[in-house]
């Protein structure tokens, strides 16, 4: 029998996933469903056409696909949709996946969602290491709601956030700038989302799938929109980074953060650390770009996870610089596939 030694040099970690521009590949961003219970104007047509669920990953191979990636350096993973919560079953992932908090391996295990069924899920969100969740959130007018998601009910979603918060989760709100919808009310928006110890981020409507309606019409600017809240505030900039694209101010008269994401009036792709898991294991590589990796085959194929290391690696090879997002009449989804297909 071999003696074990003492002195036997620690094994080293595998090496992190780094893109051909150096960056660190250390956010994945894992889309459970291309399913909402909101139909958002700017983000969904009306008569969506939803995956057959038996394209769809189980949450075992989900879990299994998260657990490569966090083996190879991803520090966070957020889960989003479509809607994640509308999933079935869908606090079975969110219980293995914690295991990687436990463990010291990720350092962030979070969540966007529409809020819809926040209140039934932020207590054991809580007590699985969730610390923050991002709600998207448009207006705070009931009817405005209504129109924008086609069949929200704001109070639901309020009642979801004040869940949230009493179970000690942090909720920063997320919404998209619209022309002519919302941005008369942005700044009554973060006055409301700062007073209750809320983050905000803006960000402007992205040209990703076809719907009824031009983009053209929908699609304000946010160097606009900062020149207006600059009519209400002081906005002081901050070196803070939360691992995504915002950039971020201070409100002075608030005292609160504010964060703008421009994918279209300032490409924030130079750091880029993140890439995209649908919910049919197809990993893209940039928002803003078609090229993705089939994971789903090679993870089929093996109970080993070899081949579906490989297949990451040599995906990450190919990440592109950044995304081509443009906005004009002639071409108003920039990427035929919608948002929810690759997650918000």
Known sequence: MWAVRDDAPPVAPPAPLVDPFGRAITYLRISVTDRCDFRCAYCMSEDMQFLPKRDLLSLEELDRLCGVFVERGVRKLRITGGEPLVRRDIMQLFRRLSRHLGSGALDELTLTTNGSQLARFAPELADLGIRRVNVSLDTLDPQKFKA???????????????????????????????KGVNEHEIPDMIRWAHGLDMDMTLIE???????????????????????????????????????????????????GRLGFITPLTHNFCEGCNRVRLTCTGQLYL??????????????????????????????????PKGHDFVIERARPAAVPRHMSVTGG
Do not use: W
Not at 215 to 231: K, N, W
Not at 288 to 304: F, I, K, N, T, V
């Open 148 to 178: 924008i998601t086609r069949r929200g009910d704001l109070s639901v979603v309020l009642a979801g956030i004040e869940a949230a918060r009493n179970a000690g989760i942090k909720v920063k709100i997320n919404a998209v700038a619209l």
């Open 205 to 255: 409507v992205m040209p990703l799938g076809e719907i009824e309606g031009d983009r053209t019409d929908q699609f304000l600017p946010l160097s606009v929109a900062r020149e207006q809240l600059a009519d209400h505030f002081t906005l002081v900039p901050l070196a803070h980074r939360t691992g995504g694209p915002a950039r971020y101010v201070k409100v002075e008269e608030t005292g």
């Open 286 to 319: 940039c928002l803003g770009q078609e090229d993705s990796a089939d994971l789903r085959a090679p993870l089929r194929a093996s109970q080993d996870d070899g081949p579906v290391r490989q297949a990451v690696i040599d995906a990450i090879a190919r990440k």
